[in-house]
């Protein structure tokens, strides 16, 4: 791991596409009484900021990340990795279905902080978005976390640029890249990143994992408008494509389904566990 000042200016007032905001205000709309319209998305490779206050702080500039991170990277000939710097990631095949895998550091991504480890997210895209997973569960994981807080191909031409790397291949996501071009375009209204900024990962359940596919129940911990906490589950389905972990999309217009989380069993995982 070497260090590698990669320090951007944040993305100002961005509409969120993505089902991961979407649905977390539908499901809290009773509970949520933000007036914001927008998020300062913060450098994606950056220290995270405390999640209870990443409306109002921007991230240290300093980051650790692997030797062979880069933005430019080009995707290599093997078929089973998509990023020279997979070759760095930690290939332990050890279950995360019942305990949780370490992380080195969550660092700022997107609407709020996502996991950095030798499990993956080593190869930054232009867009700040992080992918280069490793081909186990850890690294699916890490994907799921990553991917429900930080893929949004509706806020610029270089998150655009996501969609192909990021989503798996299908009529879905053709659709989900249309619909992004329209926000992009000012022809259709994209919802606010409130609520995903002002949620904080507590846990994960597994569903079910193999090698070409995993499923993630992630938990997250949203203040409510009298001043409690209210939970929400977050479904994440993965395919591994072309090298790399690539989200399936819930359909061709939401990437994730929500609901309220109901209590069921998970595993304690995120930035403040």
Wanted: aromatic content about 8%; charged content about 20%.
């Amino acid at each position: 791991m070497s260090t590698q000042d990669t320090t951007q200016e944040p993305k100002a007032r961005s509409k969120w596409f993505g089902a991961t905001v979407m649905l977390l205000a539908l499901v809290l709309v009773g509970l949520l009484a933000w007036g914001l319209r927008a998020f300062l998305l913060p450098s994606n490779d950056e220290p995270a900021a405390d999640p209870t206050t990443a409306t109002t702080q921007t991230a240290p500039s300093s980051a650790t990340t692997p030797a062979s991170a880069s933005a430019t990277a080009a995707p290599v000939e093997d078929a089973d990795a998509a990023w020279d710097c997979q070759a760095d990631l930690s290939d332990d095949a050890v279950s995360v279905a019942d305990s949780a895998p370490v992380v080195e550091e969550w660092v700022a991504g997107g609407y709020n902080v996502i996991p950095f480890s030798e499990f993956g997210g080593c190869e930054k895209r232009p867009s700040g978005l992080r992918v280069g997973f490793a081909h186990t569960e850890a690294g699916s994981l890490m994907a799921a976390a990553t991917y429900a807080m930080a893929l949004d191909p509706s806020v610029s031409e270089e998150a655009a640029g996501d969609v192909e790397v990021a989503i798996a291949e299908g009529r879905d996501r053709d659709r989900l890249a249309e619909k992004a071009k329209r926000i992009r375009d000012g022809l259709e209204q994209g919802a606010d990143g409130t609520a995903s900024a002002a949620s904080t990962l507590i846990g994960y359940a597994q569903d079910f994992y193999s090698e070409d596919a995993a499923s993630y129940r992630l938990i997250y911990e949203v203040p409510t408008s009298d001043g409690l906490v209210g939970q929400v589950s977050l479904q994440a389905d993965l395919m591994w494509e072309d090298g790399d972990w690539k989200l399936d999309p819930a359909s061709g217009t939401t990437f994730m389904t929500s609901d309220l989380y109901q209590g069921q069993p998970y595993i304690e995982w995120g930035p403040k566990v």
